[in-house]
C-alpha cells in the first residue's frame, strides 16, 4: 500500500497558476489509479480530476475542464495537478487520493478510493 503527502498548495491571486504535487511511498506506485479531490469549508469533498496508473487515460469534473491539467512520474513516484486560470471558487483543500487497480480504469467518487493524502489548501483571491 502507498502513502501519500500533497505539497504546492498556497495562495494566489485569481488568473495565477499552482502546480501541486503528491509524493507516493512504496514500489507499486504505478499500480494505483491517482485523482485530487477538493473540500471547501461547510461542502462535501468533490471530484476534481483523476488519472489511470499507466498515465494514458484522465478525466476530469466540467468545472477544470481547460483549466487544470493531471499527470503523473511513475519513475518518481509522484502525481501532480497544474491549476491555471484559477478562479475565486478554486478555493478549497485539496487532497490526492490513490486506488489500486490492475487495469487503466479511472474511478471518480470519493468511496473508489482507499488512501488519502493530508491535504493541501489553495486560496485563491478576487
Known amino acids: 500500500q502507498v502513502q501519500l503527502v500533497e505539497s504546492g498548495g498556497g495562495l494566489v491571486q485569481a488568473g495565477g497558476s499552482l502546480r501541486l504535487s503528491c509524493e507516493a511511498s512504496?514500489?507499486?506506485?504505478?499500480?494505483?489509479?491517482l485523482a485530487w479531490f477538493r473540500q471547501a469549508p461547510g461542502k462535501e469533498r468533490e471530484f476534481v480530476a483523476a488519472?489511470?496508473?499507466?498515465?494514458?487515460?484522465?478525466h476530469y469534473t466540467d468545472s477544470v475542464k481547460g483549466r487544470f491539467t493531471i499527470s503523473r512520474d511513475n519513475a518518481k513516484n509522484t502525481g501532480y495537478l497544474q491549476m491555471n486560470s484559477l478562479k475565486p471558487e478554486d478555493t478549497a483543500v485539496y487532497h490526492c487520493?490513490?486506488?489500486?487497480?490492475?487495469?487503466?480504469?479511472?474511478?471518480?467518487?470519493?468511496?473508489?478510493?482507499?488512501?488519502w493524502g493530508q491535504g493541501t489548501q489553495v486560496t485563491v483571491s478576487s
Open positions: 487520493a490513490a486506488a489500486y487497480r490492475n487495469s487503466n480504469y479511472v474511478p471518480t467518487t470519493v468511496a473508489q478510493y482507499g488512501t
Open positions: 512504496g514500489r507499486t506506485f504505478s499500480s494505483y489509479a
Open positions: 488519472i489511470s496508473r499507466s498515465g494514458d487515460y484522465t
